[in-house]
T-cell receptor
Framework: GQNIDQPTEMTATEGAIVQINCTYQ??????LFWYQQHAGEAPTFLSY????GLEEKGRFSSFLSRSKGYSYLLLKELQMKDSASYLC?????????FGAGTTVTVRA | DTGVSQDPRHKITKRGQNVTFRCDPI?????LYWYRQTLGQGPEFLTY????????KSRLLSDRFSAERPKGSFSTLEIQRTEQGDSAMYLC?????????????FGSGTQLSVL
């Protein structure tokens, strides 16, 4: 199985940067996903890391260190619409195991 | 709409009743998943199909729960003799084996309330 830990809540100001950390303990780990979920909606894909290092995609970047069992999601130039839950998920060959999610609140 | 569809969006039932949910995955996707999510928690894996074969069921899935994917396309999840603890959002997701990063695409879910 997989044990995924991430902070419960984070608050930041519009235009700022927020980093959401995720640690994992896994068996058969293949890669690390980040999903965004707005209240009452389905999770939507943000990023996937299988190799160590930083993957940048617009305002969002994700980092993975396999040796440390650690990932983070970096949200830059925060906008009000970024207020959501951010889910870290480890994957084996076919199954995603999710953390509890980090609720990010962006304030004006 | 070519995404994952779930029906119904909301279901209210009385304890002890049976309920059935339907999921239509993205048409070319061969893998289909059911997850359950409660407030403030991440999605919790329930079961997984590759084509019509159910390859894994979570130990969390009691014998009151059954899922099918009879022709390798749509899937149904049935809960018999519902209990208040079954109240949750039931999410369906699909993916394509061998696709780059093989991400899951989620439906909007069925919100179940057991009174």
């Amino acid at each position: 199985g997989q044990n995924i830990d991430q902070p419960t809540e984070m608050t930041a100001t519009e235009g700022a940067i927020v980093q959401i950390n995720c640690t994992y303990q896994t068996s058969g780990f293949n890669g690390l996903f980040w999903y965004q979920q707005h209240a009452g909606e389905a999770p939507t894909f943000l990023s996937y890391n299988v190799l160590d290092g930083l993957e940048e995609k617009g305002r969002f970047s994700s980092f993975l260190s396999r040796s440390k069992g650690y990932s983070y999601l970096l949200l830059k130039e925060l906008q009000m619409k970024d207020s959501a839950s951010y889910l870290c998920a480890g994957t084996n060959d076919y199954k995603l195991s999710f953390g509890a999610g980090t609720t990010v609140t962006v304030r004006a | 709409d070519t995404g994952v569809s779930q029906d119904p969006r909301h279901k209210i039932t009385k304890r002890g009743q049976n309920v059935t949910f339907r999921c239509d995955p993205i048409s070319e996707h061969n893998r289909l998943y059911w997850y359950r999510q409660t407030l403030g928690q991440g999605p919790e894996f329930l079961t997984y199909f590759q084509n019509e074969a159910q390859l894994e069921k979570s130990r969390l899935l009691s014998d009151r729960f059954s899922a099918e994917r009879p022709k390798g396309s749509f899937s149904t999840l049935e809960i018999q003799r519902t209990e208040q603890g079954d109240s949750a959002m039931y999410l369906c997701a699909s993916s394509l084996t061998g696709a780059t990063n093989e991400k899951l695409f989620f439906g909007s879910g069925t919100q179940l309330s057991v009174l």
